[in-house]
């Protein structure tokens, strides 16, 4: 089981890394500290906090999902598919500066991870309550961005 963790933590931090290479300057750029923030935007420290949470936490769910179902290639397609949505984000977002293409982007993902909550929470039971601060942030991060979307 820890081998099956460690492989999610490298692959899930190695998006995070990935995105960030993409993202460029992100938050700190003069394009982003121009927008039209939402009020309840959270101060820059949280994302990279709420994020090493997720990812810790998506980690050890992927790897117990993993190991108790026997459908692994449906399972691996969806994270395949996860993992390059949350990577996508940030180049449509922050480098090419498209506010509604990353919404279309932060909306699949979300729609995806809830899928994950609610279709495997039968096998997972407690476990699942793994995957619910991924859910719960990507619904802040899609409001976030869906007000940029709108208000620029």
Do not use: D, E
């Given at each position: 089981m820890w081998l099956k963790i460690i492989g999610f933590l490298l692959l899930n931090f190695g998006a995070l890394a990935l995105g960030g290479i993409f993202a460029g300057s992100g938050a700190g750029s003069d394009w982003y500290n121009q927008l039209n923030k939402a009020p309840w935007t959270p101060p820059g420290w949280v994302f990279g906090f709420a994020w090493t949470t997720i990812m810790l936490?998506?980690?050890?769910?992927?790897?117990?999902?993993?190991?108790?179902?026997?459908e692994k290639?449906?399972?691996l397609v969806l994270y395949i598919i996860q993992w390059m949505l949350n990577v996508a984000?940030?180049?449509?977002?922050?480098?090419?500066?498209?506010?509604?293409?990353?919404?279309?982007?932060?909306?699949?993902?979300?729609i995806l991870v809830t899928y994950f909550l609610f279709n495997f929470r039968r096998d997972l039971k407690g476990y699942s309550l793994l995957i619910v601060p991924y859910f719960f942030w990507l619904c802040i991060a899609t409001s976030l961005n869906a007000y940029i979307s709108i208000m620029n």
């Open positions: 936490c998506f980690s050890v769910y992927m790897a117990i999902l993993f190991m108790r179902k026997t290639r449906n399972i984000w940030n180049p449509a977002f922050f480098y090419f500066h498209k506010a509604n293409t990353g919404l279309i982007v932060i909306v699949c993902l979300t």
